[in-house]
């Protein structure tokens, strides 16, 4: 039978005006692509190495999207403002983080719903940006008055993530301890692979760090200062341990004094703080991303943004969460969409010659 007498056929106009109907309902349903930087995030890498701490392998997580994440203490009528702090547009998927999350992602100590305040932002960067934090005010006020940005950015790294930007605010004065449990709480939902040893060891070096900080905070430039040399110290324990094995408390002791006098620092730090961070290292030897390869190079992006930052602002551009990253992904995007349609219509015209 003649080709045109099938493609006349009402069961064959039926078949392909159902698929034309199905295939083009779907496009119409899909998120348009649109030509503004904004709309498609970029990709950030997070390295989760596997549980085994003799091991350095790792695997990576492409995170897909970027968040933002309320402290359950917040009051949703709060929410407009709090994205008016960060400066976020609606790309930003939503989550909240109540005590439950705080009790998985940072330790067991005592807290309610109704105090989780600290919000957070995080979006993927490009690749060799490492940990880039911004504390943003509210409404005018510095409420998060405890932890720095650049303690934020070691401890972020520490825990497996790098190439992002993560923005901090509260609507009420807040330590900003619990901030990072939005950072945490937003990987896993992405689907990163965190190890939670990983994540312990910074929460503690966030501890330690936090009583030589506050002890010096006359000085704007002494978070900068103390997170460059735990950093370094970090970075040469990685080293030294992939190299020739786990380091001693002795030679981890003295790879920190090291970097403290690099930094010029080492009178400003008593025994007993000096202590806290000697003991957080030491567990950081023993965490899997001492094991990484990729640590001592990414750490090393973070520290150079620690190094050169002296307030809360690290990521200072007006749209700080667009990147080259973005608009290659808009280009790669709107690429591969033309070129599905293309073969789309060389298809159904296939059907009827």
Same mark, same amino acid.
């Given at each position: 039978m003649p ?11 039926l ?8 295939v ?12 503004s930087q904004?709309?498609?995030?970029s990709?950030a ?10 091991s350095s392998?790792?695997? #990576?997580? !492409?995170? /897909?999207?970027?968040y933002?994440?309320? +402290?359950s203490?917040?009051?949703?009528? %709060? $929410?407009?403002? &709090?994205n008016?702090?960060f400066q976020?547009?609606s790309s ?6 109540n ?19 600290s919000?957070?932002?995080i979006?993927?960067g490009?690749?060799?940006s ?8 509210y ?5 998060i008055?405890?932890v ?8 972020a790294?520490?825990a497996?993530?790098?190439?992002? #930007?993560? !923005?901090? /605010?509260?609507?009420?004065?807040v330590? +900003?301890e619990?901030a990072?449990?939005? %950072? $945490?709480?937003? &990987? ?5 692979p965190?190890?939670?040893t990983?994540t312990a060891s910074a929460?503690?070096l966030?501890?330690a ?5 506050d ?12 997170m460059?040399?735990?950093?370094d110290?970090t ?6 341990k992939q190299a020739?094995?786990a380091l001693?408390e002795?030679e ?6 090291k ?10 730090i ?8 000697i ?6 030897q023993?965490?899997p991303?001492?094991?990484s390869?990729?640590?001592?190079s990414?750490?090393t992006?973070t520290?150079?943004?620690i ?9 200072k ?8 990253t ?8 709107s690429?591969?969409a033309?070129?599905?349609w293309d ?6 015209k296939s059907?009827?010659?």
């Amino acid at each position: 039978m003649p080709k045109k007498a099938i493609t006349n056929h009402p069961l064959t106009k039926l078949v392909a005006g159902s698929l034309c109907a199905f295939v083009l309902g779907g496009i119409l349903a899909a998120p348009t692509l649109r030509s503004s930087q904004h709309t498609v995030p970029s990709t950030a890498v997070v390295h989760a190495d596997t549980t085994d701490s003799s091991s350095s392998q790792q695997t #990576t997580h !492409t995170l /897909t999207s970027p968040y933002v994440v309320y +402290g359950s203490g917040v009051a949703q009528e %709060v $929410y407009p403002k &709090l994205n008016d702090a960060f400066q976020i547009d609606s790309s930003f998927k939503k989550l909240t983080v109540n005590a439950a999350d705080y009790h998985k992602y940072i330790n067991n100590d005592a807290t309610t719903d109704a105090a989780m305040i600290s919000s957070v932002a995080i979006a993927p960067g490009d690749p060799g940006s490492g940990v880039k934090i911004n504390i943003k005010p509210y409404n005018g006020a510095d409420n998060i008055t405890k932890v720095t940005a650049q303690q934020y950015a070691l401890v972020a790294q520490m825990a497996g993530v790098t190439d992002i #930007t993560i !923005t901090v /605010t509260a609507n009420r004065a807040v330590s +900003g301890e619990s901030a990072l449990t939005g %950072v $945490y709480k937003a &990987l896993a939902t992405d689907g990163a692979p965190l190890n939670t040893t990983n994540t312990a060891s910074a929460n503690q070096l966030l501890d330690a760090t936090q009583t030589a900080i506050d002890a010096n905070k006359d000085d704007t430039a002494y978070p900068s200062k103390l997170m460059t040399a735990v950093g370094d110290t970090t970075k040469a324990i990685a080293q030294e341990k992939q190299a020739s094995g786990a380091l001693t408390e002795q030679e981890i002791a003295a790879l920190l004094d090291k970097y403290l006098a690099k930094q010029g620092i080492s009178n400003t730090i008593n025994n007993n703080q000096r202590t806290l961070i000697i003991n957080a290292l030491i567990n950081f030897q023993k965490a899997p991303i001492a094991n990484s390869k990729s640590y001592v190079s990414n750490v090393t992006n973070t520290i150079n943004n620690i190094k050169t930052s002296s307030g809360n602002l690290m990521n200072k551009a007006k749209n700080w969460f667009n990147s080259a990253t973005t608009k290659k992904t808009v280009a790669q995007a709107s690429q591969q969409a033309e070129g599905w349609w293309d073969k789309f219509v060389a298809w159904l015209k296939s059907l009827f010659n």
